[in-house]
C-alpha cells in the first residue's frame, strides 16, 4: 500500500452503505463519493474553481487519452496532471482498457496487453500492463487503476474466462511495476458470478489499495448489473474502499451506495446536460422541448445552483438551441451540482442514520 | 431624451479623449468602456457573474438574431432581455440593419426597411424602421440603434448616397416611433468626408440621445477608418456619448479613445479566444503553436486573470486542440481581461491627466 493513501470506514449503516473517508496526498474525499468525468484533463465547461464550488472533492481523468494528446511528457514538463488541469484535489485516472474498446481504437489484445491504433493520430502503440502504471505515476494521479481487459455484455464465455484471467495476470504486473501511486484492482468477469468471484479472489489475495468492478453498465441490462454488482461487493475486503465504474443514474448511486459501494464516475450529469436534459427531483427535464420555451421557472424549483437561480427554463433552452457555449455550461453546472449535492444528502443520512430517507428526499423521483 | 438615461463628460484630457460616466436604469457606465458582444444573450462561453467579476459594465446584444430566436414575444414572456441574459447591468442593442449585412440574410433594401430572409429558418421578413425601435424597447434594453442601412467598404459612391439618405429617414422614423429607451443614431457615409457630415449633422439635428458611427471596420484599410473616424467625432455633439461600432484591437481602443469616443464593441476578444489568439502586452499569443506545448509560463506573465493564474501555456494549448469547452472559456476569460484592464487603465490615466502613459502601459506591444 502507498505511504500517501488512506482509507477509513466511518460508519456503516444497516443497509450495508458505508460513510467512509479516503486520505490522499491532495486531499481528502468523504464517501460515498461521485467523481466528475474530464477525460482529456477538463470536466468539459466547467472551471476547477466551479467544481470545487460545486463540491466535487475528487476527478476522474483518462489515462489513455491523455498519454495520447498531450503526452506523458508534455503533462510532466507541465508539472504533472495536477498542474495541467488547475486542480489540486484528489485524482484518480483510468487505465485505459475500457477506453481503447470503447473508442473503437482496440486492435488486438494479447497477454501482453492492448495493441491500439491512436484515436487522435492513427499511430499504433501498445500498452504493456507495467506502462499503464508507469503512465499514471507519471501523471502523478493519486489512484490508478490496474491495466483490464473490458469485454462486451455479449462477449461468449471463453472470451470473458480469458479476460479475467489475463485481467488478474495483469494486476499482478502492474502491483510489481507500482513505486508510489495508490493502485486499485478492477474486477471482470461480465455477467457470470463464477468468474467474477474467480477474479475478486484473485485480486484480493494481491491486495490492491481499493478494488473497482469493471465491465457494467456496457450494454447488459439493469436487472444484471444489479445482480452482479451485488454479489461481487460481498467479496471485496470492507477494509478498502469499493468503485463501481462507469455508473450511473441519480437511482443508481443509491442502490449501489446502499450495496456498499464508496466510488462511482459517470458521463451521464456533463454528456447529457451537452445534449440538453436535465436532472431534478421530478425526474429528467428535455430542455429543448417546446413546453419550455416561455417558461419562466427554473429547471428546478427551490434548486439553489447558480443555473437556476439565475436562469429560465425558457432562456436555458434558448441558449441550448442557439448552440450558445453557455447553454452547456449552465446545463452542466446544474447537473453537476444535482449529483454532488445527491452525494452531500447521502454521506449526510449515513453520519445520522437517516439512510436511505434523507437520501431519497434529494434523489426525488429517482429514489 | 429619455428620462432613465443621462451621460456627463466628467473630464477632457488634452489629448481629446473624454473621461465620461453614463447612466442607465440598469447601472452606470463609465467611459470610455468596452462592450463585449452577447449576439444570441450570451458572452460566448463566459456567465454573468464572471463578466462582473472582469469588470464588464455594459454588454452588447444584437435586436436582429434575438427577434429570429427565441423571438420578441418569447423574450417577454421570460421577463425581458435581462431576465433572458441572467445579466441585470447595462444592455445595448443592434438594431439588425448591418448583422442582416453580415449575415448574408439581405434580400433587399427599400426606402420603407430592409426585407431578409432569416438566417435561422430561411422565413421572409421585413424590418422597418418603427419595427427596429419596438422590437429593441420590447427587449427591454437600455439604449437602442436606430436602424441603419450599412454598406460594404467598395459600395459605389451612388450606393453610400443612398444609404445615408435611407439612415437618416430611418433615424427620424425611428425616433417618432420611440417611447421610453434611449436612443442612439448611426452615422453613415463610408470613407467620403462629405457624406459622412452630412450624415452627423442630419442626426444631431434630430437629436437623439447618443451617436454612433457606423459602417466602419467593414473591409475598409485601417488608415481609412482612423481618417474618418477624425473627421467625424468632431462633427457629433460632445455632451453626448459617442460609439466608434465594431472596433477594435487593442490599439484601435486607445487611439480612438484619443479622438473623443465612449464606447466601443467588437468581437476580435471572444472570437480570437476561441480559435487560440491571445491578448497580451507583447503582442497576441497563437496557442495552438508547437512552441507553447511545453511551455510552462502562463498566457501573460504577471496577468491576475484566472486563466493565467491557474493555467500555463501548455495546459491551455492542450485544452484548445483537444477542442474541450473549457479551453475556449479559459481563452476568453483571459482576452476579455485584457480588454476589459486597458479601458480600467484607460479611464484611470484619464482620471490622474497621465493619459496616453498609463494606458500604453497596460496596452503594451499595442499602445
Known amino acids: 500500500m502507498s505511504a500517501r493513501f488512506d482509507f477509513e470506514v466511518v460508519r456503516v449503516d444497516p443497509s450495508g452503505a458505508r460513510l467512509g473517508r479516503l486520505t490522499t496526498a491532495h486531499g481528502v474525499v468523504d464517501t460515498p463519493a461521485f467523481m466528475p468525468v474530464a477525460t482529456h484533463g477538463a470536466v468539459k465547461g466547467v472551471a476547477p474553481e466551479q467544481l470545487g464550488a460545486l463540491g466535487a472533492t475528487i476527478l476522474l481523468a483518462n489515462a489513455y487519452h491523455l498519454a495520447q494528446r498531450p503526452g506523458v511528457e508534455t503533462v510532466q514538463a507541465l508539472g504533472g496532471l495536477h498542474a495541467l488541469m488547475g486542480w489540486d484535489g484528489p485524482l484518480l485516472s483510468d487505465s485505459g482498457g475500457f477506453q481503447v474498446m470503447s473508442l473503437g481504437a482496440l486492435v488486438r489484445v494479447d497477454d501482453d496487453g492492448v495493441h491500439y491504433r491512436s484515436h487522435v493520430d492513427g499511430r499504433a502503440g ?58 486499485f484492482g478492477i474486477v471482470q468477469g461480465g455477467l457470470d458470478p463464477a468468474l467474477r468471484a474467480e477474479s475478486a479472489r484473485t485480486l484480493t489475495a494481491l491486495g490492491f489499495d481499493g478494488y473497482a468492478v469493471g465491465g457494467l453498465s456496457v450494454g447488459e441490462p439493469p436487472e444484471a448489473t444489479g445482480r452482479v454488482a451485488a454479489a461481487t461487493v460481498t467479496l471485496l475486503p470492507a477494509a478498502r474502499p469499493r468503485y463501481l465504474m462507469g455508473v450511473g443514474t441519480p437511482r443508481d448511486l443509491l442502490r449501489f451506495a446502499a450495496m456498499g459501494y464508496d466510488l462511482f464516475d459517470c458521463v451521464l450529469p456533463t454528456r447529457n446536460a451537452r445534449n440538453g436534459t436535465l436532472f431534478t427531483r ?13 417558461d419562466a421557472r427554473p429547471v428546478e424549483d427551490g434548486c439553489p445552483c447558480y443555473t437556476c437561480t439565475r436562469f429560465s427554463r425558457g432562456a436555458l433552452r434558448h441558449l441550448v438551441l442557439a448552440r450558445e457555449m453557455l447553454g452547456a455550461q449552465l446545463a452542466t453546472l446544474h447537473n453537476l451540482h444535482f449529483y454532488l449535492h445527491l452525494m452531500r444528502e447521502l454521506r449526510a443520512a449515513l453520519a445520522e442514520g437517516s439512510f436511505p430517507a434523507r437520501a431519497a428526499a434529494a434523489a426525488g423521483a429517482w429514489a
Not at 134 to 158: F, T
Open 282 to 294: 421530478q425526474g429528467k427535464v428535455m430542455i429543448r422541448n417546446a413546453a419550455h420555451a416561455r
Open 126 to 183: 501498445h500498452l504493456a500492463p507495467e506502462d499503464a502504471i508507469a503512465v499514471q505515476e507519471a501523471l502523478g494521479v493519486d489512484i490508478a487503476m490496474s491495466l483490464d481487459e473490458c469485454v462486451p455484455a455479449a462477449a461468449p464465455r471463453e472470451q470473458v474466462v480469458r479476460a479475467v484471467a489475463r485481467t488478474s495476470a495483469w494486476a499482478e504486473r502492474g502491483l510489481a511495476a507500482r513505486a508510489a501511486t495508490a493502485l
